[in-house]
């Protein structure tokens, strides 16, 4: 589901390589632009 917060591919392509990148045990249940996008979601919507 996309949200009018969700980062569109051009903006991750952007932001991705600033990530750090590390070398997990286990895959992870969220991928980082799902969280991003969780983040950005409630700067712009708050929460109530």
């Keep these: ?3 009018s917060s969700s980062l569109t ?3 991750w392509e952007i932001i ?3 990530l750090p990148q ?5 895959p ?4 980082k ?3 991003l996008d969780g983040i ?3 700067l712009k919507n708050g929460c109530n």
Excluded: C, F, G, S
């Design 40 to 42: 950005l979601y409630q």
């Design 28 to 31: 992870p249940v969220w991928t």
């Design 9 to 11: 591919d051009a903006e």
């Design 33 to 35: 632009r799902q969280i």
């Design 16 to 18: 991705q390589p600033l």
């Design 1 to 3: 589901m996309e949200y």
């Design 22 to 26: 590390k070398k997990q045990p286990r």
